[in-house]
């Protein structure tokens, strides 16, 4: 069975440029987490969804950071314009469980973004 | 404030060697604690899952306690290999809010 896939693997981009990420979590997991991770540091939650909901965007930095899961399915997370400070690996997960409880999370190899 | 405390921040150890991550936190009203291992560029594996009701999960040589009345959790690795070289990370669920420590970085030398 596949497991989460993430891409792209590696972005480089000019400060004040926009990017996206893409993730399709494991078939079945309704889901879906996005993470940041600094270097040195455990991942953050950015956002989470159940389904195409977004249950949990409190830490999600609304005025450049947006996602969507339009189909319940595989998500976006778009940064626009970047600045210096997200340079971070970004992490997709997923779960199966729903409801209000989080199962066993299984990761993505994540997607390091370098700001210059 | 729910935290997550990993110690110690570094671990180098020779092969064979056991050894004992801790993790620590706040707030002893968890769901679940799940570790995890990052090697370096990749993701985060879920190695074991402990429910608030379980005191103990084992998989091959790895062994998870919780004692939520102390707010601790420890990861034993038994006869530890160049191999198990990664970092760890202890992550607690509190109702929905899942928080990662910062992991322990073990170095096994051969």
């Known amino acids: 069975e596949a497991g989460v896939v993430q891409s792209p693997r590696y972005k480089i981009i000019e400060k004040k440029q926009p990017v996206a990420f893409w993730c399709n979590p494991i078939?079945?997991?309704?889901?879906l987490y996005w993470y940041r991770q600094n270097l040195g540091q455990g991942p953050e939650l950015l956002i989470r969804?159940?389904?195409?909901?977004?249950?949990?965007d409190s830490q999600l930095p609304k005025d450049r950071f947006s996602a969507e899961r339009l189909k319940g399915v595989d998500s976006t997370l778009k940064i626009q314009p970047a600045e210096l400070g997200d340079s971070a690996v970004y992490l997709c997960a997923s779960s199966s469980k729903t409801g209000g409880a989080t199962g066993e999370l299984f990761f993505g190899e994540g997607s390091r973004l370098t700001v210059l | 404030k729910q935290e997550v405390t990993q110690i110690p921040a570094a671990l180098s150890v020779p092969e064979g060697e056991n050894l004992v991550l801790n993790c620590s936190f706040t707030?002893?009203?968890?769901?679940?604690l799940q570790w995890f291992r990052q090697d370096p560029g990749k993701g985060l594996t879920s190695l074991l899952l402990?429910?608030?009701?379980?005191r103990e999960q084992t998989s091959g040589r790895l062994n998870a306690s919780l004692d939520k009345s102390s707010g601790r959790s420890t990861l034993y690795i038994a006869a530890s290999q160049p191999g198990d070289s990664a970092t760890y990370l202890c992550?607690?669920?509190?109702?929905?809010?899942?928080?990662f420590g910062a992991g322990t970085i073990l170095r096994v030398k051969s």
């Open positions: 969804y159940e389904n195409e909901e977004a249950v949990d």
């Open positions: 402990i429910q608030s009701s379980q």
């Open positions: 707030d002893s009203a968890i769901y679940n």
């Open positions: 992550a607690v669920l509190w109702g929905n809010k899942l928080v």
């Open positions: 078939s079945g997991h309704n889901t």
